[in-house]
Nanobody
């Protein structure tokens, strides 16, 4: 499985960004996003099931971020609204098969 993520960048607090990730490969199940803030461990942001009916969010992003997915091309999106400085970090796309497959990471920087 190969993953190509895009959409990171720099915004001021309160702004929005949209991340995209295209996965190529077979039998891709859950997809999602994790992030790694500076000096911290990688943490869950959001996941979405294969049929896009089930989503899971970290408490810190509920009500601000929306994960979505187009199944037939295995593309996952993360709409990030009302971004805050604590949302800064490297965002990694995830696609699960019989293992976790990670994208290369995209930087998100939110300034106050």
């Amino acid at each position: 499985v190969q993953l190509q993520a895009s959409g990171g960048g720099s915004v001021q607090a309160g702004g929005s960004l949209r991340l995209s990730c295209v996965a190529s490969g077979d039998r891709i199940a859950v997809m999602g996003w994790y992030r790694q803030p500076p000096g911290k461990e990688r943490e869950l942001v959001a996941t979405i099931s294969r049929d896009a009916t089930q989503t899971k969010y970290a408490d810190s992003v509920k009500g601000r971020f929306i994960i979505s997915r187009t199944g037939y091309v295995n593309t996952v999106y993360l709409q990030m609204n009302n971004l805050q400085p604590e949302d800064s970090g490297v965002y990694y796309c995830l696609a699960t098969t019989n293992r976790f497959n990670w994208g290369q990471g995209t930087q998100v920087t939110v300034s106050s």
